[in-house]
Nanobody, 123 residues
Framework: QVQLVESGGGLVQAGGSLRLSCAAS????????MGWFRQAPGKEREFVAG????????IGAGSVWGRFTVSRDNAKNTVYLQMNSLKPEDTAVYYC????????????????WGQGTQVTVSS
């Protein structure tokens, strides 16, 4: 079992930055691909970014290209999502998730999920 706990969310003005953290426990994340998803009210959960076992990252939603980056620190068993130039449309609950080996963009393929952290961007 892998337990995931997100932190770092909050209220920020448009144009600001936040760094989300996802701390894992139970097992090391070395053999897990890690994904970040978000879900806004009334919308489906959306793949935001992910990082594979070797540190290769993938940005999902085109709307976050050039603004969000994902990284991992296996020694700390933690994954990060750096969010810059935030926009009101980035407002959502952000979740991290883990799946063995291969990175995926589909929420249903992930085995473990955190409880989510709220990000609210004011205009």
């Amino acid at each position: 079992q892998v337990q995931l706990v997100e932190s770092g969310g909050g209220l920020v003005q448009a144009g600001g930055s936040l760094r989300l953290s996802c701390a894992a426990s139970g097992r090391t994340i070395n053999s897990y691909a890690m994904g970040w998803f978000r879900q806004a009210p009334g919308k489906e959960r959306e793949f935001v970014a992910g990082i594979d076992l070797y540190g290769g990252s993938t940005i999902g939603a085109g709307s976050v290209w050039g603004r969000f980056t994902v990284s991992r620190d296996n020694a700390k068993n933690t994954v990060y999502l750096q969010m810059n130039s935030l926009k009101p449309e980035d407002t959502a609950v952000y979740y991290c998730a883990a799946k063995r080996l291969i990175l995926a963009r589909t929420a249903g393929e992930y085995e473990y999920w955190g409880q989510g952290t709220q990000v609210t961007v004011s205009s």
